[in-house]
């Protein structure tokens, strides 16, 4: 176990769809961010949140958007689901914000499949 | 803008052999990490091992090395001795320490199949 906890593990859902994919990061960790891995892609980072604030931002869509709660836990949410959404979500969680010398802890993903 | 580059798409090693998975990287920031990760076919991400640009001595961890060649700016994993529970897909990434967003930046992996 990581400390980072993502639910849910498997997502199966249609075209046109919303979903939210959830991230509560390993204890004392105030960065979360989130990546999405597909076939094609790689891992494209998505977006981070840093003790509830928007931080920086990668290659997200219009259609996805995020949040940072005060428990420090996140939510990624996917919107007009297309079949090109199906890929592994990764969340990943780090402290300090800068100046460390260590990466990330990441959870073990959602793998996302639209039908 | 920050780039990783993974030429093996694929690679076998025989068992008990040692291999070494190429990186190189392009940035134009004098402060940054690099790292490797391993991606089992269970799918999570394993943090391996961490070099940073300012680091004096190659890293090592265990049977792996990182083989940092600052001004060819390749950072390049060596695993010794591999096993079996080795095959996996093999990750290389750069942080920009200087950056206030400290992501991390990808490249597109090798495979590694370790061979009976």
């Known amino acids: 176990d990581s400390g980072v906890t993502q639910t849910p593990k498997h997502l199966i859902t249609a075209t046109g769809q919303r979903v939210t994919l959830r991230c509560s990061p390993r204890?004392?960790?105030?960065?979360v961010y989130w990546y999405q891995q597909s076939l094609d892609q790689g891992l494209q980072f998505l977006i981070q949140?840093?003790?509830?604030?928007?931080?920086a931002k990668g290659n997200i869509l219009e259609r996805f958007s995020a949040q940072q709660f005060p428990d420090l836990h996140s939510e990624l949410n996917l919107s007009s689901l297309e079949l090109g959404d199906s890929a592994l979500y990764f969340c990943?969680?780090?402290?300090?914000?800068?100046?460390?010398?260590?990466?990330?802890?990441f959870g073990s993903g959602t793998r996302l499949t639209v039908v | 803008a920050q780039k990783i580059t993974q030429t093996q798409p694929g690679m076998f090693v025989q068992e008990k052999e040692a291999v070494t998975l190429d990186c190189t990287y392009d940035?134009?920031?004098?402060?940054?990490?690099l790292f490797w990760y391993k991606q089992p076919s269970s799918g999570e991400m394993i943090f391996l091992i961490y070099?940073?640009?300012?680091?004096?001595q190659n890293a090592t961890e265990g049977r792996y090395s990182l083989n940092f060649q600052k001004a060819r700016k390749s950072a390049n994993l060596g695993i010794s001795a591999s096993q079996l529970g080795d095959s996996a897909m093999y990750f290389c990434?750069?942080?920009?320490?200087?950056?206030?967003?400290?992501?991390?930046?990808f490249g597109g992996g090798t495979r590694l199949m370790v061979k009976p």
């Open positions: 990943a969680s780090s402290f300090p914000q800068t100046g460390s010398n260590y990466g990330y802890t």
């Open positions: 204890s004392g960790d105030l960065s």
């Open positions: 949140y840093y003790n509830g604030e928007e931080r």
């Open positions: 940035t134009s920031d004098p402060s940054y990490g």
């Open positions: 070099q940073g640009s300012y680091d004096q």
């Open positions: 990434a750069m942080r920009d320490l200087n950056n206030a967003g400290n992501m991390l930046t």
